[in-house]
Protein backbone atom coordinates (compact mmCIF):
# COMPACT_ATOMS: atom_id res chain seq x y z
CA UNK A 1 0.00 0.00 0.00
CA UNK A 2 1.72 3.32 -1.13
CA UNK A 3 2.29 6.04 1.68
CA UNK A 4 4.46 7.17 4.25
CA UNK A 5 6.22 4.47 6.70
CA UNK A 6 7.39 6.00 10.36
CA UNK A 7 9.90 4.51 12.69
CA UNK A 8 9.83 3.32 15.46
CA UNK A 9 5.89 3.88 16.65
CA UNK A 10 7.02 4.16 20.15
CA UNK A 11 9.77 4.94 21.69
CA UNK A 12 11.19 5.72 25.46
CA UNK A 13 14.67 7.74 25.35
CA UNK A 14 16.70 8.58 28.14
CA UNK A 15 17.45 12.04 28.03
CA UNK A 16 21.01 13.31 26.47
CA UNK A 17 20.29 9.84 24.24
CA UNK A 18 20.50 10.30 20.16
CA UNK A 19 17.59 9.11 18.58
CA UNK A 20 16.63 9.30 14.41
CA UNK A 21 13.13 9.14 13.80
CA UNK A 22 12.95 7.38 10.14
CA UNK A 23 10.30 8.47 7.02
CA UNK A 24 9.66 6.97 4.15
CA UNK A 25 7.57 7.72 1.22
CA UNK A 26 6.78 6.14 -2.02
CA UNK A 27 4.56 8.02 -3.76
CA UNK A 28 7.59 10.36 -5.29
CA UNK A 29 6.70 13.31 -3.20
CA UNK A 30 8.70 16.23 -3.66
CA UNK A 31 8.12 17.90 -0.57
CA UNK A 32 8.46 16.20 3.08
CA UNK A 33 7.38 18.07 6.31
CA UNK A 34 8.38 16.79 9.98
CA UNK A 35 6.06 17.77 12.82
CA UNK A 36 4.97 17.38 16.09
CA UNK A 37 2.04 17.41 17.78
CA UNK A 38 1.29 18.27 21.50
CA UNK A 39 -2.30 18.35 23.74
CA UNK A 40 -3.86 21.83 23.58
CA UNK A 41 -1.55 22.85 20.52
CA UNK A 42 -1.38 22.71 16.98
CA UNK A 43 0.58 20.39 14.63
CA UNK A 44 3.96 22.55 14.95
CA UNK A 45 6.97 22.58 11.88
CA UNK A 46 10.06 21.26 12.73
CA UNK A 47 11.71 21.31 9.81
CA UNK A 48 11.20 20.31 5.65
CA UNK A 49 12.48 20.05 2.81
CA UNK A 50 10.59 20.91 -0.87
CA UNK A 51 12.92 18.73 -2.85
CA UNK A 52 15.81 15.98 -2.62
CA UNK A 53 18.58 17.97 -1.69
CA UNK A 54 17.30 20.75 -0.24
CA UNK A 55 15.90 21.18 3.63
CA UNK A 56 14.66 24.32 5.97
CA UNK A 57 13.59 25.22 9.27
CA UNK A 58 10.06 25.30 10.61
CA UNK A 59 8.50 27.14 13.46
CA UNK A 60 10.15 24.76 16.10
CA UNK A 61 13.97 23.54 14.89
CA UNK A 62 15.79 23.94 17.95
CA UNK A 63 17.51 20.27 18.76
CA UNK A 64 16.35 18.38 15.79
CA UNK A 65 18.16 18.08 12.28
CA UNK A 66 17.18 16.69 9.42
CA UNK A 67 18.44 15.33 5.78
CA UNK A 68 17.37 14.63 2.50
CA UNK A 69 19.18 12.67 0.64
CA UNK A 70 16.98 11.46 -2.42
CA UNK A 71 13.77 11.75 -2.51
CA UNK A 72 12.04 8.53 -0.35
CA UNK A 73 13.62 9.37 3.05
CA UNK A 74 13.83 12.02 5.25
CA UNK A 75 15.05 11.32 8.54
CA UNK A 76 14.64 13.24 11.64
CA UNK A 77 17.80 13.40 14.79
CA UNK A 78 17.39 14.63 18.00
CA UNK A 79 21.21 14.91 19.26
CA UNK A 80 20.86 14.92 22.88
CA UNK A 81 17.01 14.40 23.76
CA UNK A 82 15.27 16.21 26.45
CA UNK A 83 11.92 16.08 28.67
CA UNK A 84 10.79 18.88 26.27
CA UNK A 85 10.96 16.90 23.52
CA UNK A 86 8.16 14.26 24.15
CA UNK A 87 5.69 14.35 21.35
CA UNK A 88 4.11 12.25 18.86
CA UNK A 89 6.01 13.05 16.01
CA UNK A 90 4.30 13.27 12.39
CA UNK A 91 5.96 13.20 9.18
CA UNK A 92 4.37 14.13 5.90
CA UNK A 93 4.55 14.70 2.39
CA UNK A 94 2.39 16.53 -0.32
CA UNK A 95 3.18 16.51 -4.49
CA UNK A 96 3.45 20.24 -4.61
CA UNK A 97 0.42 20.65 -6.32
CA UNK A 98 -2.80 20.51 -4.18
CA UNK A 99 -1.07 21.38 -1.10
CA UNK A 100 -2.75 17.94 0.60
CA UNK A 101 -0.29 16.61 3.03
CA UNK A 102 -0.47 13.09 3.48
CA UNK A 103 0.29 11.65 7.03
CA UNK A 104 2.80 8.85 8.31
CA UNK A 105 1.38 6.65 11.44
CA UNK A 106 3.07 8.85 13.98
CA UNK A 107 6.03 8.61 16.44
CA UNK A 108 5.22 8.67 19.89
CA UNK A 109 8.28 9.59 21.94
CA UNK A 110 9.06 9.75 25.31
CA UNK A 111 12.15 11.30 27.14
CA UNK A 112 12.97 10.58 30.51
CA UNK B 1 1.33 36.98 14.88
CA UNK B 2 -0.58 34.26 12.88
CA UNK B 3 -3.78 32.48 14.26
CA UNK B 4 -6.28 30.30 14.01
CA UNK B 5 -9.17 29.43 16.43
CA UNK B 6 -11.54 27.02 16.73
CA UNK B 7 -13.22 25.99 20.01
CA UNK B 8 -11.56 23.02 21.72
CA UNK B 9 -14.40 20.67 22.05
CA UNK B 10 -17.99 20.30 20.60
CA UNK B 11 -20.57 17.81 21.98
CA UNK B 12 -22.95 16.36 19.38
CA UNK B 13 -25.79 13.29 18.95
CA UNK B 14 -25.77 10.90 16.94
CA UNK B 15 -28.09 11.76 13.87
CA UNK B 16 -27.76 15.62 13.78
CA UNK B 17 -26.11 18.34 12.78
CA UNK B 18 -22.99 19.63 13.83
CA UNK B 19 -20.71 23.39 12.50
CA UNK B 20 -17.77 23.48 13.72
CA UNK B 21 -16.29 26.97 13.36
CA UNK B 22 -12.61 28.70 12.47
CA UNK B 23 -11.60 31.98 12.21
CA UNK B 24 -7.97 33.31 11.21
CA UNK B 25 -5.93 35.78 10.88
CA UNK B 26 -2.40 35.56 8.58
CA UNK B 27 0.08 37.15 6.70
CA UNK B 28 -1.71 36.13 3.19
CA UNK B 29 -3.93 33.27 2.38
CA UNK B 30 -3.85 30.88 0.15
CA UNK B 31 -6.30 28.42 1.03
CA UNK B 32 -8.14 26.61 4.07
CA UNK B 33 -7.49 23.34 5.10
CA UNK B 34 -9.77 20.69 7.00
CA UNK B 35 -8.48 17.25 8.83
CA UNK B 36 -10.15 14.81 10.47
CA UNK B 37 -8.25 12.93 13.51
CA UNK B 38 -8.90 10.20 15.04
CA UNK B 39 -7.49 9.49 18.71
CA UNK B 40 -3.90 8.43 18.33
CA UNK B 41 -4.45 8.41 14.58
CA UNK B 42 -2.78 10.33 11.64
CA UNK B 43 -4.83 13.73 10.17
CA UNK B 44 -6.43 13.07 7.04
CA UNK B 45 -7.74 15.13 4.13
CA UNK B 46 -11.48 16.48 4.00
CA UNK B 47 -11.63 19.67 2.55
CA UNK B 48 -9.58 22.64 1.20
CA UNK B 49 -11.22 26.39 0.28
CA UNK B 50 -9.51 28.95 -1.69
CA UNK B 51 -12.79 30.68 -3.18
CA UNK B 52 -15.83 32.21 -1.07
CA UNK B 53 -18.60 29.50 -0.79
CA UNK B 54 -19.94 26.04 0.17
CA UNK B 55 -17.76 23.04 -0.73
CA UNK B 56 -20.44 19.65 -0.35
CA UNK B 57 -18.72 16.03 -0.19
CA UNK B 58 -21.10 13.86 0.90
CA UNK B 59 -22.11 14.12 4.74
CA UNK B 60 -19.31 17.06 5.06
CA UNK B 61 -19.43 20.28 3.88
CA UNK B 62 -16.77 23.30 4.39
CA UNK B 63 -17.77 27.42 4.09
CA UNK B 64 -15.42 29.79 3.45
CA UNK B 65 -15.82 33.61 3.34
CA UNK B 66 -12.15 35.41 2.80
CA UNK B 67 -13.56 39.22 4.03
CA UNK B 68 -14.62 37.82 7.30
CA UNK B 69 -11.35 35.22 7.76
CA UNK B 70 -13.99 32.37 8.41
CA UNK B 71 -14.63 29.10 7.63
CA UNK B 72 -16.59 26.61 9.04
CA UNK B 73 -17.03 22.51 8.54
CA UNK B 74 -20.63 20.85 8.53
CA UNK B 75 -21.07 17.70 9.14
CA UNK B 76 -24.42 16.05 8.93
CA UNK B 77 -26.43 13.37 9.44
CA UNK B 78 -23.88 12.38 11.79
CA UNK B 79 -22.40 9.02 13.22
CA UNK B 80 -20.46 7.70 15.72
CA UNK B 81 -17.30 7.30 13.73
CA UNK B 82 -17.62 10.73 13.34
CA UNK B 83 -15.88 11.34 17.07
CA UNK B 84 -12.63 12.68 16.63
CA UNK B 85 -11.00 15.83 16.14
CA UNK B 86 -11.30 18.57 13.12
CA UNK B 87 -8.00 20.66 12.15
CA UNK B 88 -8.25 23.49 10.28
CA UNK B 89 -5.27 24.73 8.49
CA UNK B 90 -4.49 27.90 6.48
CA UNK B 91 -2.15 28.72 3.49
CA UNK B 92 -0.21 31.71 4.35
CA UNK B 93 1.49 34.17 1.84
CA UNK B 94 4.38 32.35 1.60
CA UNK B 95 2.64 28.83 1.27
CA UNK B 96 3.43 27.69 4.60
CA UNK B 97 0.80 25.83 6.29
CA UNK B 98 -0.48 26.98 9.95
CA UNK B 99 -2.51 25.00 11.84
CA UNK B 100 -5.37 25.98 14.65
CA UNK B 101 -5.18 23.24 17.74
CA UNK B 102 -8.07 21.27 16.42
CA UNK B 103 -11.89 20.52 17.73
CA UNK B 104 -12.56 17.60 19.50
CA UNK B 105 -15.85 16.53 18.39
CA UNK B 106 -17.72 14.01 20.77
CA UNK B 107 -21.05 12.36 19.74
CA UNK B 108 -23.37 10.84 22.15
CA UNK B 109 -26.05 8.39 20.84
Known amino acids: IAGITQAPTSQILAAGRRMTLRCTQDMRHNAMYWYRQDLGLGLRLIHYSNTAGTTGKGEVPDGYSVSRANTDDFPLTLASAVPSQTSVYFC???????????FGEGSRLTVL | GQNIDQPTEMTATEGAIVQINCTYQTSGFNGLFWYQQHAGEAPTFLSY??LDGLEEKGRFSSFLSRSKGYSYLLLKELQMKDSASYLC??????????WGAGTKLIIKP
Open chain 2, 49 to 50: NV
Open chain 1, 92 to 102: ASSDGQTGELF
Open chain 2, 89 to 98: AVFDSNYQLI
